[in-house]
């Protein structure tokens, strides 16, 4: 019995070992680092090294993940403080137990429905047509669901005609022109899209939103904002630098992405001034979407107002 | 009972798990474990009967199962050709081999973005990427197979008059089935990985969906146990093919004819 | 009378090796005859040819006037291996396996009752329902002994069939061929590097050195004293 009691124990400790490794302590931040138009602010925070000065000493470890699904988990294990994400998988994470809350607004950029040139308007759309979007539950997902709540008072009633593809995937399928006949997209996919013959956009996230709303906004555990005040308001603080630095030098910051981004600066200035893309810390529509979410079930209790899930510095407009 | 003799016990496995599970319960109700990393047992469970209980799950099972076993039967069928052909002809054999250190190394998901832009991204994607998976080792084992048979049946197959094509199905294939079956084992393996790998990234066409898109959904609306329930249906179907079907037609073949 | 088989001016080669140097014999039917010579002396071939597996360089071999060119179930090989039994099917439905295909007007009944005689006849009746991983080497080789007679080929062509066997087993079979040689007549070609074997069996005895016939040699009275002879034309 004692052989078996040290394989019993030998298990445990294997497994209690690879979940219970904690980071490590000290003055370091954990940001979650996403390439695309909308996350332009953390990129230039991170180039002109704004969090540096503004917290000297700071270590910043800056972590690739590829979806907010794996920042999401990534924040659960303990393994980052900060993440840029859009408002409905925000609201998703809070209402499964996720302690964390909105620190910033980031971004707000173009978005919307792709269609071939066949499908002129939602009610288009018939059951062998196929809509590409990231994924269930994420914003291009709660915006198309919106739009048909609008249009037919009836949320889910293109849920059946999705594919989750990732943004580049899907605008292959498009373009490829099988059964995908439409994609609900983003800066820079939708302008690529729309820039070849034969497409066109059927409804703008604005319009299906109905205003304005924020597409990107940061987020930070409880434990980093209740244990670092000061290094939080130093990242707070950082961010609207970045933002006022994009929006007084736009020309500046188009250099400084293009060669992140590996794109044209002339091509980047187009994408940061387009009038629809708007750098901005104040955080827009968080109660339109909670309140729509739950309505259409994909959140329980959703939030009874904005303040329950921003930190107390966030400014918000609805 | 010894410890060392309990755990030889055919029922060893079932031992094992119950171990395992023992210590994620300890885990996740003592070590300082976010639950939704480590959900307990209880929710696990839960979550996987509520999706049996509404039906969800079986559902999704038996679509990735249906899938699989469509794979695995154009697979199969087309393997069967390519190694007959190679069988018959030295000059297909050398085509043969060259697919196959082609495209045997290359794992279908690689081949996603390209498949999405030839056949879309429905079932016949996922399918597409099932029979890929299927195909190579496939055609591996049984050309190892029909290599392996020893010559006097090729003689005995013409000395008794048989065709070519009788000699394949009546002496050759029986004679490699312990080649056909290791094929089989490691085709339903590599099919059975690549249909939820390829339903996690193609998402669900329509309504429709398989496990992988099961636990991929879970996972994008935060329900942690859900996907563990996921990964539980799936550990489980593994272990009922591999132990069971394999496990009996071993037994009833091979085993029987004392060949392994 | 005319012989079964008549091997007219056979040569062969692999590549540039010359295996078989104008072999002519003429083979009587109800005849068993042993084909000696060391490895690699081309008795093998021999029968290869005679069997239709190879083709021969120049010369012809006739089964009643017929030009062999391909094998058929007139001329069964029982091969030396083991594993040419089939290890999916029982002894029984290894000897009936071919007769179904072959005599595809029997009924059920007439195929049970075919395979059972020569399954008595090779004294296996006990282990029809044995799978062959589980018979011994020496019940193998007459199950494939049974189901070569079974389908009553004009010849029987023997590679060396005992050549695996242990000695006790060896004079068993040996016997037991000779006496189902006495109920069937069946002509028998019969390869080996035995002498003291073909001794035993033989009616003549082929003596092959280096792909030519040195001598044929009447072994109907079995006179012990022919060893001595064979053994010195096969020396080098």
């Known amino acids: 019995m004692k052989k078996l009691m040290l394989v019993i124990l030998m298990v445990m400790v294997l497994f209690s070992t690879a979940c219970t490794q904690t980071a490590g302590e000290g003055q370091t931040i954990r940001i979650a680092e996403q390439y695309g138009i909308a996350y332009a602010p953390v990129q230039i925070m991170k180039e002109k090294g704004f969090l540096e000065e503004n917290y000297p000493g700071i270590e910043i470890s800056w972590e690739q993940l590829s979806n907010t699904a794996a920042i999401r988990e990534a924040m659960v294990a303990d393994r980052l403080d900060v993440g840029f994400m859009a408002i409905p998988p ?86 490829a022109g099988g059964e995908i006949t439409a994609h609900f997209t983003s800066t820079p996919y939708l302008q690529k899209e729309l820039a070849e013959t034969g497409f066109h956009e059927i409804i703008s996230g604005q319009e299906a939103f109905g205003g304005q709303f924020s597409f990107i906004v940061g ?57 629809d893309t708007d ?40 | 009972m010894r410890i060392r003799e309990f755990f030889l016990k055919p029922y060893s496995k079932l031992v094992w798990i119950l171990l395992m599970m023992l210590a994620w319960e300890l885990v996740a109700k003592f070590a300082p474990v976010s639950a939704l990393a480590f959900p307990s047992l209880q929710q696990i469970f839960k979550a996987l009967f509520d999706s049996i209980k509404n039906g969800e799950l079986v559902y999704q099972m038996l679509f990735s199962l249906t899938l699989i076993l469509e794979g695995l039967f154009i697979g199969v069928v087309l393997a069967f050709i390519m190694s007959f052909l190679s069988v018959v002809s030295k000059v297909f054999e050398s085509f043969t081999d060259t697919c196959v250190s082609i495209f045997h190394p290359l794992p279908g998901i ?62 050759f294939i029986p004679a490699a089935l312990t080649y056909l079956l290791a094929g089989l084992k490691i085709s339903w393996a590599r099919g059975w990985r690549a249909v939820i790998s390829a339903e996690m990234i193609f998402g669900a066409s329509g309504s429709i969906g398989g496990i992988g898109w099961y636990i991929f959904n879970r996972r994008v609306f935060m329900d942690t146990a859900g996907v563990y329930a996921g990964i539980l249906v799936i550990i489980a179907v593994g272990i009922l093919v591999e132990d069971f079907i394999f496990g009996k037609i071993e037994k009833n073949t091979i085993k029987k004819w004392g060949l392994s | ?15 540039d090796k010359q295996i078989l140097k104008e072999i002519n014999l003429d083979i009587m039917p109800g ?31 006739d089964l009643q006037g017929q030009k062999i060119n391909k094998p ?80 009553t080929p004009k010849v029987l062509l023997m590679d060396e069939p005992f050549g695996s ?64 002879k064979i053994t010195s034309l096969l020396s080098p």
Request: proline share 3%; net charge negative.
């Open chain 3, 31 to 61: 005849q068993l005859i042993c084909i000696v010579g060391a490895s690699g002396c081309g008795k093998t071939t021999l029968l290869n040819l005679v069997g239709g597996f190879l083709k021969a360089d120049q010369g012809q071999i």
């Open chain 3, 72 to 151: 058929s179930s007139q001329c069964i090989m029982v091969f030396q291996e083991f594993d040419q039994l089939f290890a999916w099917k029982t002894v029984r439905k290894n000897v009936e396996f071919p007769l179904k295909k072959i005599r595809k007007n029997c009924s059920p009944k007439e195929l049970r009752e075919c395979v059972s005689h020569y399954l008595k006849l090779v004294k296996l009746s006990d282990y029809e329902n044995y799978y062959p991983a589980q018979l011994s080497g020496g019940m193998k080789q007459r199950t494939a002994l049974a189901r070569a007679l079974a389908l």
């Open chain 1, 90 to 175: 925000f609201l998703i994470g809070s209402e499964n137990g996720m302690e964390w809350k909105i620190a910033t607004g980031l971004s707000s950029v173009p978005t919307g429905l792709v269609a071939t040139d066949a499908i002129q308007s939602l009610s288009d759309f018939s059951e062998s047509d196929r809509i590409a979007l990231p994924q269930p539950g994420s914003v291009q997902h709660i915006l198309l669901a919106m739009a048909c709540d609008r249009e037919f008072s009836d949320p889910t009633k293109l849920d059946n005609n999705l594919v989750t593809l990732s943004h580049p995937d899907g605008m292959s399928a498009l373009l």
């Open chain 1, 279 to 318: 750098y901005s810390q104040t955080v827009k529509g968080i109660q339109t979407f909670s309140d729509f979410m739950v309505k259409t079930g994909y959140l329980e209790t959703g939030i009874s107002n904005p303040e329950a899930a921003t930190w107390e510095n966030v400014v918000y407009e609805d």
């Open chain 2, 110 to 171: 690689a081949l996603l973005p390209l498949i999405i832009l030839w056949i879309g991204t429905g079932t016949s994607a996922i399918l597409f990427v099932i029979v890929h998976s299927v195909l190579w080792p496939m055609i591996l084992n049984m050309n190892a197979g029909f290599k392996s048979i020893p010559d006097v049946y090729r003689k005995i197959g013409d000395n008794y008059e048989f065709s070519r094509f009788q000699s394949m199905i009546r002496i």
């Open chain 3, 165 to 228: 066997l242990d000695a006790q087993t060896k004079n068993e079979l040996q016997e037991s061929l000779l006496e189902i040689r006495e109920k069937t007549q069946t002509t028998i070609l019969f390869v080996t590097h035995d002498i003291r074997e073909a001794m035993v069996l033989a009616d003549r005895i082929v003596v092959l050195k280096s792909g030519r016939i040195m001598e044929i040699i009447d072994n109907q009275s079995k006179d012990r004293s022919l060893e001595n």
């Open chain 3, 1 to 15: 009378m005319k012989p079964l088989i008549r091997i007219k001016n056979i040569w062969k080669s692999y590549g």
């Open chain 1, 219 to 275: 987020v930070t555990t409880n434990k980093f904002h209740d244990e670092n005040p000061e290094l939080y308001d130093a990242f707070v603080k950082s961010v609207q630098e970045a933002i006022d630095f994009i929006n007084q030098n736009p020309q500046e910051a188009a250099a400084i992405l293009a060669d992140v981004y590996d794109l044209s600066e002339e091509e980047l200035l187009t994408y940061i001034t387009a009038e």
